[in-house]
């Protein structure tokens, strides 16, 4: 059984910093690319960054030079390191693991920038 459990969301003021982690289980992780999505309230879900199976990365540009994404395959977990946080980075963040035609996602964690 598939599962990815996301952590680490919250409310950070403007210009804070938050980091997100995903605990992956039930897959062949290092496999497997690993993704971040958000989606604000009343928008569509959008693609955050993306970290390969070989720990290639990308980013939209929304987020280039604030967030790092990155993996650790040892403890089959992804994480999503966010600084330099804007009201608009506010959403429901989640974790998405992707190999081949396969696919799993997270429940998501609630990322609120506010003062």
């Known amino acids: 059984q598939v599962q990815l459990v996301e952590s680490g969301g919250g409310l950070v003021q403007p210009g804070g910093s938050l980091t997100l982690s995903c605990a992956v289980s039930?897959?062949?992780?290092?496999?497997?690319?690993m993704r971040w999505y958000r989606q604000a309230p009343g928008e569509e879900r959008e693609w955050v960054a993306t970290?390969?199976?070989?720990?290639?990365?990308r980013y939209a540009d929304s987020v280039k030079g604030r967030f790092t994404i990155s993996r650790d395959n040892t403890n089959k977990s992804a994480s999503l390191q966010m600084a330099s946080l804007k009201p608009e980075d506010t959403g429901v963040y989640y974790c998405?693991?992707?190999?081949?035609?396969?696919?799993?996602w997270g429940q998501g964690t609630q990322v609120t920038v506010s003062s």
């Open positions: 039930g897959i062949i992780f290092g496999w497997y690319d």
């Open positions: 970290i390969t199976d070989r720990k290639i990365s």
């Open positions: 998405n693991a992707r190999f081949g035609g396969r696919e799993a």
